[in-house]
Antibody, heavy 121, light 111 residues
Framework: EVQLLESGGGLVQPGGSLRLSCTAS????????MSWVRQAPGKGLEWVSS????????YYVDSVRGRFTVSRDNSKNTLYLQMNSLRVEDTALYYC??????????????WGQGTLVTVSS | NFMLTQPHSVSESPGKTVTISCTRS????????VQWYQQRPGSAPTTMIY?????PSGVPDRFSGSVDSSSNSASLTISGLKTEDEADYYC??????????FGGGTHLTVL
């Protein structure tokens, strides 16, 4: 059974940093691209970032490029999202998502339950 | 980049059929696969359709997806509606730079 468990969310002040983690199990983690998708309170889904299976290609939405960094440790079956220079508008539930493909991510087949990030003073 | 536009809400009675549209603003809808996700209140999304019209294992065949190049839109059709189908539905696609786009979501009410 595929499981994705996010952690690392919390309350942080504007300008602060957080690192999210997504620990995967139930599949060959190093064979699939992975992504982060967020959902602000009461709003729709917004793609944040994706990373190919070998971490050789990364992709970001314009609003986070230069502030967020996606990475993975295939030996630990874990995906990360380092978030710096956080803004109030980054407040959201952050979902980890497994892709059907190893490269060129764009087809989610499994989702985690999410970790909440709140940016507030 | 392009946008995906969905109706804000739809409603239909149990046992009926409903179709949710997803219109691409620029570029052909056929250029990149469209996916559909269901999100029930308080829950994470789940994948209902991938690659325009493919159903993951475990998704009932009451759910189907299609693409229409003439209207540049994708559609999710749910037949034999059940109260458990009441949820938010999101379409999603991507461009040639692998940048993703989600539609704004459609709330389905089954009453």
């Amino acid at each position: 059974e595929v499981q994705l468990l996010e952690s690392g969310g919390g309350l942080v002040q504007p300008g602060g940093s957080l690192r999210l983690s997504c620990t995967a199990s139930g599949f060959s983690f190093d064979s699939y691209a992975m992504s982060w998708v967020r959902q602000a309170p009461g709003k729709g889904l917004e793609w944040v970032s994706s990373l190919s299976r070998s971490a050789d290609y990364s992709y970001y939405v314009d609003s986070v490029r230069g502030r967020f960094t996606v990475s993975r440790d295939n030996s630990k079956n874990t995906l990360y999202l380092q978030m710096n220079s956080l803004r109030v508008e980054d407040t959201a539930l952050y979902y980890c998502a497994k892709d059907r493909r190893g490269s060129y991510p764009g087809l989610v087949d499994y989702w985690g339950q999410g970790t909440l990030v709140t940016v507030s003073s | 980049n392009f946008m995906l536009t969905q109706p804000h809400s739809v409603s239909e009675s149990p046992g009926k059929t409903v179709t949710i549209s997803c219109t691409r603003s620029s570029g052909s809808i056929a250029n990149n696969y469209v996916q559909w996700y269901q999100q029930r209140p308080g829950s994470a999304p789940t994948t209902m359709i991938y690659e325009d019209n493919q159903r993951p294992s475990g998704v009932p065949d009451r759910f189907s997806g299609s693409v229409d190049s003439s209207s540049n839109s994708a559609s999710l059709t749910i037949s034999g509606l059940k109260t458990e189908d009441e949820a938010d539905y999101y379409c999603q696609s991507y461009d040639y730079s692998n940048l993703w786009v989600f539609g704004g979501g459609t709330h389905l009410t089954v009453l």
